[in-house]
């Protein structure tokens, strides 16, 4: 399974921003899918994730009303709508696949695999 993120960049506190990520070799319509984050001199964190058919979808506190998570089981991708980016959110942002269907988990080790990061700085 290979998970490809890409659409970080430089923005300003405020702005909006999409993240996307391309999974490939594995029934996507089975799988959750999540975002995480890592922040410089921070521990990685739980961002968002959505069920396999997309019904169910969970957010970190931090992010509720901010950002949405959606995927495209016929294109096989799954985004992250970012709004009022905050410096916080600067990170290196991460997609991770979940080989259940159903059940949304937080814990990082729970997840089986994951892309490379993109880089995500909010900046004035």
């Known amino acids: 399974v290979q998970l490809q993120a890409f659409g970080g960049g430089l923005v300003q506190p405020g702005d909006s921003l999409t993240l996307s990520c391309a999974v490939s070799?594995?029934?996507?319509?089975?799988?959750?899918l999540g975002w995480f984050r890592q922040a410089p001199g921070k521990a990685r964190e739980f961002v968002a994730a959505?069920?396999?058919?997309?019904?169910?979808?969970l957010y970190h506190a931090s992010v509720e009303g901010r950002f949405t998570i959606s995927r495209d089981n016929a294109k096989n991708t799954v985004d992250l709508q970012m709004s009022s980016l905050e410096r916080e959110d600067t990170a290196v942002y991460y997609c991770?696949?979940?080989?259940?269907?159903?059940?949304?988990?937080?814990?990082?080790?729970?997840?089986?695999?994951w892309g490379h990061g993109t880089l995500v700085t909010v900046s004035s």
């Open positions: 991770a696949a979940r080989n259940v269907p159903y059940t949304l988990n937080q814990a990082i080790g729970q997840w089986d695999y």
């Open positions: 959505i069920s396999a058919s997309g019904d169910r979808r």
């Open positions: 070799g594995c029934a996507f319509e089975t799988y959750t």
